[in-house]
């Protein structure tokens, strides 16, 4: 999986400036935007006001950071939830550390005003729901234009060399990890992707759980194409999937990047599907598009898989549940098309006002949940992978959760049919593997 988020970023890279390859996304969560406005007018600088805003893929120039940071390294941060006034003292800092014009300027008006504006931003704050995530940032308004810290050159300039002073231990050297070229290795893997699990097989190719500590070395080319793949898969490629999510990792197998590269424009309408069901569904399904438009590119030597990444994250560490490489795009044709034909088919025997015949993985989630994630999994991995699985213990589960709901008088028949349905589906599927794939 590194070596597929790495060629993503490889080739969006072609496509970005530098700075862009090293920031990170800010979080789902982080929804409000905290703007402290200024007026540029040639060298003069100026407050304006204070806003909420709502979240947008303005160019934040956000890297994440671990630990407290009295300085910054961009004038965008997250709330901690400990008042405006820590924020706009590092905002400060920020100016004090790096003499640039703007920067100073800032730091000026800040340190200045700032009893006004921590004032304004705290009264702003109690407005807003104590549970969602807030953040800080700077908006310049120069000659008619908005811009935010990542439209700045002078900004840029200093996200960037604070970037290659973090890296000190640039001056080691030896084998990156990635590309495996000897070169100047201050770089870590673990830096971007933060586990609590390394024993998916796959995930890592030198990787597996008797060698889990082994450290991830990268040159700062490869580090900046792992960090941007790892930006487009959290903004672009991730979604829910019962009581976990999922990333969608298109692979693409290709001569010249030049052939390339307007795919990732297709293949961000991945987003556009909010549950991994949807793809299984017919109506509408954007994965549809992405799969025709894949063919084309098929027909010009142009090859492609996907890869599914299944995991709960916490406290910014994920937690690796199954890892399905190299899906190919027929595979998952194969599911749509068994699963439409299993729908057509029970609809006359089984469809009443209540239930339509539909297949979802959520029936399977529902048995497992409590206790049997894993078996779960199994038949997600099954689904995809096309790897043999005992129907047994889908049969078992099934048997002790409809009971439980008769024995508390629950309803219970249209759950008893949707896991028919299921369970109908994983069977056939296990039972057409000519020429599937
Ligand atoms: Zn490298």
């Given at each position: 999986?590194?070596?597929?988020?790495?060629?993503?970023?490889?080739?969006?890279?072609?496509?970005?400036?530098?700075?862009?390859?090293?920031?990170?996304?800010?979080?789902?969560?982080?929804?409000?935007?905290?703007?402290?406005?200024?007026?540029?007018?040639?060298?003069?600088?100026?407050?304006?006001?204070?806003?909420?805003?709502?979240?947008?893929?303005?160019?934040?120039?956000?890297?994440?950071?671990?630990?407290?940071?009295?300085?910054?390294?961009?004038?965008?941060?997250?709330?901690?939830?400990?008042?405006?006034?820590?924020?706009?003292?590092?905002?400060?800092?920020?100016?004090?550390?790096?003499?640039?014009?703007?920067?100073?300027?800032?730091?000026?008006?800040?340190?200045?005003?700032?009893?006004?504006?921590?004032?304004?931003?705290?009264?702003?704050?109690?407005?807003?729901?104590?549970?969602?995530?807030?953040?800080?940032?700077?908006?310049?308004?120069?000659?008619?234009?908005?811009?935010?810290?990542?439209?700045?050159?002078?900004?840029?300039?200093?996200?960037?060399?604070?970037?290659?002073?973090?890296?000190?231990?640039?001056?080691?050297?030896?084998?990156?990890?990635?590309?495996?070229?000897?070169?100047?290795?201050?770089?870590?893997?673990?830096?971007?992707?933060?586990?609590?699990?390394?024993?998916?097989?796959?995930?890592?190719?030198?990787?597996?759980?008797?060698?889990?500590?082994?450290?991830?070395?990268?040159?700062?080319?490869?580090?900046?194409?792992?960090?941007?793949?790892?930006?487009?898969?959290?903004?672009?490629?991730?979604?829910?999937?019962?009581?976990?999510?999922?990333?969608?990792?298109?692979?693409?197998?290709?001569?010249?990047?030049?052939?390339?590269?307007?795919?990732?424009?297709?293949?961000?309408?991945?987003?556009?599907?909010?549950?991994?069901?949807?793809?299984?569904?017919?109506?509408?399904?954007?994965?549809?598009?992405?799969?025709?438009?894949?063919?084309?590119?098929?027909?010009?030597?142009?090859?492609?898989?996907?890869?599914?990444?299944?995991?709960?994250?916490?406290?910014?560490?994920?937690?690796?549940?199954?890892?399905?490489?190299?899906?190919?795009?027929?595979?998952?044709?194969q599911?749509s098309d068994i699963a439409k034909s299993i729908e057509d088919e029970l609809s006359?025997?089984?469809?009443?006002?209540?239930?339509?015949p539909?297949v979802?993985?959520?029936?399977?989630?529902?048995?497992?949940?409590?206790?049997?994630?894993?078996?779960?999994?199994?038949?997600?991995?099954?689904?995809?992978?096309?790897?043999?699985?005992?129907?047994?213990?889908?049969?078992?589960?099934?048997?002790?959760?409809?009971?439980?709901?008769?024995?508390?008088?629950?309803?219970?028949?249209?759950?008893?049919?949707?896991?028919?349905?299921?369970?109908f589906f994983?069977?056939r599927l296990?039972?057409s593997?000519?020429?599937?794939?």
């Open positions: 999986m590194f070596k597929a988020v790495y060629e993503l970023g490889k080739l969006v890279s072609s496509k970005v400036e530098q700075t862009q390859r090293f920031t990170t996304d800010i979080g789902d969560n982080y929804v409000h935007e905290l703007a402290i406005v200024f007026d540029k007018r040639g060298d003069n600088v100026d407050f304006v006001r204070c806003e909420k805003r709502t979240r947008s893929r303005r160019n934040y120039l956000f890297r994440e950071k671990k630990g407290n940071v009295s300085v910054p390294i961009s004038l965008t941060l997250r709330s901690a939830g400990k008042g405006s006034e820590k924020i706009v003292e590092k905002f400060i800092n920020y100016g004090k550390a790096n003499k640039t014009p703007l920067a100073s300027e800032i730091s000026k008006i800040l340190f200045e005003k700032k009893e006004q504006i921590v004032d304004i931003l705290d009264k702003i704050m109690d407005t807003l729901p104590k549970k969602e995530r807030k953040f800080y940032t700077v908006v310049i308004r120069d000659g008619g234009e908005e811009k935010y810290p990542g439209d700045i050159d002078e900004f840029k300039e200093i996200f960037m060399k604070n970037i290659l002073k973090d890296t000190d231990a640039l001056e080691v050297e030896g084998t990156c990890f990635l590309c495996g070229k000897k070169e100047k290795i201050g770089f870590k893997a673990s830096e971007i992707f933060k586990f609590s699990s390394f024993d998916k097989p796959g995930f890592a190719y030198e990787l597996n759980d008797k060698k889990y500590y082994v450290n991830m070395p990268l040159c700062s080319n490869c580090f900046s194409f792992l960090s941007m793949g790892k930006k487009i898969l959290d903004q672009d490629l991730s979604m829910n999937f019962y009581g976990s999510k999922v990333y969608i990792l298109p692979r693409f197998y290709y001569r010249d990047v030049e052939d390339v590269k307007d795919l990732m424009d297709v293949s961000r309408g991945i987003k556009r599907i909010k549950e991994l069901k949807d793809i299984v569904v017919e109506k509408n399904n954007p994965y549809k598009a992405f799969e025709i438009n894949m063919y084309l590119y098929l027909a010009e030597g142009v090859y492609t898989a996907l890869n599914f990444v299944f995991y709960t994250a916490k406290n910014q560490e994920m937690k690796i549940h199954l890892s399905v490489l190299d899906v190919p795009p027929s595979r998952l044709r599911i006359l025997t089984f469809a009443t006002r209540e239930y339509q539909s979802m993985f959520g029936p399977l989630y529902e048995v497992f949940k409590d206790g049997r994630f894993r078996t779960f999994f199994d038949y997600v991995e099954a689904i995809f992978k096309n790897e043999k699985i005992s129907l047994q213990p889908l049969k078992r589960a099934t048997l002790e959760y409809i009971s439980s709901l008769k024995l508390n008088s629950k309803p219970f028949a249209t759950k008893a049919k949707q896991l028919v349905t299921s369970a994983v069977d296990q039972h593997v000519e020429g599937g794939l």
